[in-house]
């Protein structure tokens, strides 16, 4: 019953703004480190942006300065607020979660992936 589900992407010209959120429901004791994960054809799954319980955060250097990501632990939610986009953030991106359902072992749980893609 544990799931992340995701709302946003879409199409965005370079430049522009994009959020992105991911939503935890489901019968849950806790939920550990979130993040956001890309992948684009042909290529390796990447992690964009990470977050601890605790707040602290890490991205990858490639969308250091342009991407924020931020989490609302009392409505379940982790976000990415993507700015100054390009063509090169093209990608799928997926939500990632660490969770303990209230009967059951902590494991990563994966949302369904969004499209993003920036082009003019």
């Known amino acids: 019953q544990v799931q992340l589900v995701e709302s946003g992407g879409g199409l965005v010209q370079p430049g522009g703004p994009l959020p992105l959120s991911c939503a935890a429901s489901g019968i849950i004791f806790s939920i550990g480190a979130m993040g956001w994960y890309r992948q684009a054809p042909g290529k390796q799954r990447e992690l964009v942006a990470g977050i601890t319980s605790g707040g602290n955060t890490n991205y990858a250097n490639s969308v250091k300065g342009r991407f924020t990501i931020s989490r609302d632990n009392a409505k379940r939610l982790v976000y990415l607020q993507m700015n100054i986009l390009k063509p090169d953030d093209t990608a799928v991106y997926y939500c990632?979660?660490?969770?303990?359902?209230?009967?059951?072992?902590?494991?990563?749980?994966w949302g369904q992936g969004t499209q993003v893609t920036v082009s003019s």
């Open positions: 990632n979660a660490n969770i303990r359902p209230l009967s059951g072992n902590s494991r990563d749980y």
